[in-house]
């Protein structure tokens, strides 16, 4: 009896401390601010090794969707398909990923953030694996699909593992960060193949963007199955860097604390990606859909997103067409060509970090009349989509036997800076609009349709070369950027008054006043509390 009272007692001192600690909890997503365990409380070296980790996972998955681009002309000897059809790999395989938005977010408040990420890699790897192996197209198909689509969660995990470890007002700053992983991810894959060309014992292992490049010029190719077995060798050594990766999601970090000291599991508010099948079901399918018909600001958003990410994967298809048809490129030039693009996306991430410091610190000087915080996050994207119409407009027209290869190969550069600036604008400004449960809804109608577009354009990209010829389909798909150049300015000056009539957000869903608070210490030690959206889920 003795022994049950000492027991109980202890239990609920260790239960008092821990509600102490998480005194000045916001929402149930939100650890104390002055708890050590709070991921953005922890030292500089760990925020920045779990950043790196994330970075480098969200990097091999996006490396494995275009090195398969580079091979597609193997692919078509070795399994007497049409070039359509070989195109089919690298659209199943961002058909895949466009599934994870969906079904990650439930995964991740099940298992944790970091256990999606260990385990998900090893089975993407598998499939790569399979890949490699298939001896019909048919098999290739199926594994390059179920490759984007297990591989596809550490894509959609970086933005939450960001959001765990640095502050709300490094939001721009960290998705930069994310949006050069997937983009150099990328352009690292489309470079590499020409560098894959010697057996195994002499093969150098590849690091991040630069490794092809570090490496050395390794001449020629030996066949689109290496691309696989590259892609495979990279997943074994990023999986290692990352098997030490702590957990990163205030909810998975509570309930493993209650757990380690023995007491009950937290009470903490119901998950903003629902509980029931039902509810899971309403937040990452049905209110998605819903949102993409009634959300002028997640329909402005979806659409330029959708567009962009079209057009940069139709890249990996028609530019090596442009640059080896008009000035006679081989595979290893057209490789080197997409250092540009790679080029682009650092300074796309430079001048985003850049901006958004210079605008933090601009708000924070100008006091609580100054610039609104979350429509100024909007900056990247109205300068972004004035070079993405320039740019498609000045490849089109430039490439061409009178005019030398640089011309073109600039060009590409500027799009991507001008991609990627749209990208890493208009995703956190759509996270920080809703509530936690509408942030998930709209980020995951957001990246399916984005991903959907991007897997559908390239199938019929090179038709579009072929009747329009490159110039005229270069200048309609310009034409289409100049319309959507408005977008983020629209935002800018009306997406306040959107946001506050949406049946989604704060004002209507009862949270006002339940937004995000951080607290910063100024120079004198005073905690000052700011309001931001929520950005957790």
Sequence with gaps: MESAVYSTTEDSMKLDNIKMENADVAIGHIMSLSDPDNPQNWPSYRK????????????????????YTAGISDVISSFDVSYTTAILGLSLYLFGIAGAPVITPHL??????????????????????????????????????FAGLTGGPCLVLIEGTFADVWSADATNTYYAVLSMASFVGTGAGTISLPFVVLPPQKLTL????TGPLVGGFIFASTG????????LMLTLAVFLFGI???????????????????ISPPNLAPAGSGITLHGMLQVTFLTPLTMLLTEPVVVLCTLYLGFNFAVIFSFFISIPV????????????????????ITGSILAASTSILIDRFTVRAWRKSGPGGIPALESRLYPAMAGGIAITISLLWIGWTASPTIRWPSPVLGTLLYVWGNQSVLSSLIPYIFDAYPPAGTLSALTAAASVRLALAAFLPLVILQMFTN??????????????????????????????????????????????MGRLTRERDGEGISSVRMWGPRRF
């Design 108 to 145: 991740s408040e099940a298992f944790g953030r970091s256990t999606v990420y260990l385990i998900c890699l090893p089975i993407f790897s598998l499939f790569i694996l399979g890949t490699g192996l298939s001896q019909t197209f048919a098999s290739l198909a199926v594994c390059r699909f």
């Design 48 to 67: 920045i090794y779990v950043s790196a980790v994330s970075f480098a996972f969200a990097f091999v998955v996006a490396f494995g969707a275009t090195i």
């Design 224 to 231: 689109w199955r290496w691309t696989q077995w590259v892609t």
């Design 322 to 341: 442009v640059l080896h048809g008009v000035y006679g490129f081989s595979i290893q030039q057209v490789g080197l060509a997409f250092i540009a693009a």
């Design 244 to 262: 030490g990766m702590p957990e990163t999601y205030p909810r998975q970090v509570l309930k493993r604390k209650h757990k380690k000291l023995g």
């Design 206 to 209: 590849m690091s991040f963007c």
């Design 468 to 513: 329009l010829t490159g110039a005229w389909a270069l200048s309609l798909l310009g034409f289409l950027a100049a319309a959507m150049v408005p977008i983020p300015w629209v935002l800018y000056k009306w997406g306040a008054q959107l946001r506050a009539k949406s049946k989604h957000g704060h004002e209507k869903m009862g949270v006002k006043q």
